[in-house]
Each structure stands twice: as C-alpha cells, then as structure tokens.
C-alpha cells in the first residue's frame, strides 16, 4: 500500500501565520491539519493563510478539517484564507458545497496582502 505525506510547514510573515501543506489530505493526514491550526491559534495568531498550492488530492475528512478549521479560527475571533488551490482541492470544495464557506485567494502573495489589511 502507497501512502502520500502531508507536510504542514509553519512561517509567519507580517504578524500572518502561514500554514504551506503538501502532500495528500485525507482520513490519515487530517488530523495534523486540524493540529497545526489548534496549535496557530493556541499561540495566539488571528490571521492564518492555509496554502494549498501543494495538495493534489483532499478527502472528505480532508474538506471537515478545513471546514473546522474554518469554524475554529472564526471562534477565536480571528480570519482564515485559503491559496493556490489546486484544480483537485476545488473542484472537491465546490462538490462538497464548502467553497463558498471560505475566503480563497489564486497566490500566497494575494493571501498575505489580504490578511495584512485585517485588524
């Protein structure tokens, strides 16, 4: 059996917490996702960019963590973006109905200059 990683690497640029994910987001690797972003958010950030440009596949427990990421950042009064969604990643959020539950930018560079503006 052939298992894709995901890696979750962590950067901050101008007060934005980046989470740059690679890899396969499925049953196996969701539960990192949803880690990293508690894990932001413990630590105090409120503006958080998920870059996605990495990802070339998201099961539905990869679409429930994003969504509950979603939910998490929105409790903590904070704002969560999505970037360089895959055509893959799309099209799975568009089935599913979540895309519109999400602010999505096409780069990184729009991602960050979005989350700048954030109070």
Not at 7 to 36: F, H, K, M, Y
Not at 44 to 67: K, N, P, T
Not at 106 to 119: I, V
């Amino acid at each position: 059996m052939v298992t894709w990683k995901l890696t979750i690497g962590r950067e901050s640029s101008d007060g934005v917490a980046v989470l740059r994910v690679e890899g396969r987001l499925g049953t196996a690797s969701s539960g990192d996702l949803i880690g990293a972003i508690v894990g932001a958010i413990e630590s105090g950030d409120r503006r958080l960019l998920i870059d996605l440009a990495g990802v070339d596949y998201v099961s539905s427990a990869g679409l429930l963590a994003l969504d509950a990421a979603s939910g998490r950042m929105h409790v903590a009064g904070g704002t969560l973006v999505l970037c360089g969604l895959t055509e893959p990643v799309r099209l799975a959020l568009e089935l599913s109905g979540l895309l519109p539950h999400f602010i999505v930018d096409g780069s990184k560079d729009d991602g960050l200059a979005r989350l700048r503006t954030e109070n």
